[in-house]
């Protein structure tokens, strides 16, 4: 009778040993997938937190074309140039969705630059080159035929224009980011920003550079430094990252000239060339 008792209790032993055991293990399974899901939270919130600040770059930087266009106006350098802005003929050239996004850009620039001096004709031609890129891109609720009627009404006023302008491109820019586009986003602000520098380094190379023009134009070196470090974070990115050298070449340029005695002709005609090097692979 005592040895079953004793097999009874070495048989409870073992069970409560095995029970024990088995509670251990699945504790430390618990343990081990509550850690996985805790590295996979903080990936989340990493991806969540780099896109929050690609987002932040986009949004702080998409009136710099407009922005850098009205300024150097204003700042007297007001000569305007003929062909110097993108030809509406090449749209038919932009057939993938990035040479759509960066055209989108480009044109938006074009049409920021003919409306400050009152180009009417070509400001509807670029307009409607400005649609069909919108349509193709997803963005036609933003160039439907009430915009063209407000065009219509404001195109006779420059400083109207300038605003139409800016509100499509940044109802533009927030959808796209509101939607997880945001290298679609990043391509038209490098659109936009290259076809602003060009335009404006063509007009100082036709006319005389001040110290106003000077603060103005390499001001946009913070506007590139963005660009990079957008570009640094979109990885893999297709077109954004064949562009990335592109601008760290602009900005290493812009870094050159430090000072305003070193902002002559000759300089301003180097700077032009390497713009245009880096808008021909764009246009």
Do not use: W
């Amino acid at each position: 009778m005592k040895k079953i008792k004793r097999a009874l209790f070495v048989s409870a032993l073992l069970t409560f040993a095995l029970s024990c055991g088995e509670a251990v293990e699945q504790e430390q399974t618990s343990d081990e997938n509550a850690g996985e899901m805790t590295e996979e939270n903080v990936e989340v919130d990493m991806q969540n937190e780099s896109e929050f600040q690609l987002s932040l770059i986009i949004a702080n930087n998409i009136a710099a074309p407009v922005k850098l266009l009205t300024d150097m106006n204003q700042a007297g350098v007001d000569l305007y140039r003929d062909g110097v802005a993108n030809p509406v003929e090449s749209l038919e050239n932009y057939q993938t969705a990035d040479q759509k996004a960066i055209a989108f850009g480009v044109y938006g620039a074009d049409l920021s630059y003919i409306s400050l001096y009152e180009r009417h004709d070509e400001m509807a031609d670029y307009l409607i080159a400005i649609r069909k890129l919108a349509e193709d891109l997803g963005l036609s609720s933003l160039f439907d035929q009430s915009s063209f009627e407000d065009f219509e009404r404001i195109k006779t006023d420059p400083d109207s224009v300038k605003m139409f302008i800016f509100s499509k491109y940044d109802s533009a820019d927030e959808y796209l980011r509101a939607n997880d586009r945001l290298v679609t986003a990043c391509l038209v602000l490098t659109g936009g920003l290259i076809e602003s520098l060009h335009l404006v380094s063509a007009q100082i190379e036709a006319g005389e550079a001040n110290k106003e023009s000077y603060k103005i134009f390499l001001g946009q070196k913070n506007t590139l430094k963005s660009l990079v470090e957008l570009f640094n974070n979109l990885e893999n990115e297709g077109h954004a990252m064949n562009l990335k050298d592109d601008v760290q070449m602009l900005l290493d340029t812009f870094e050159k000239l430090d000072s305003y005695d070193k902002f002559s002709k000759e300089n301003v005609h180097s700077l032009h060339e390497a713009i245009d090097a880096v808008r021909d692979k764009l246009v």
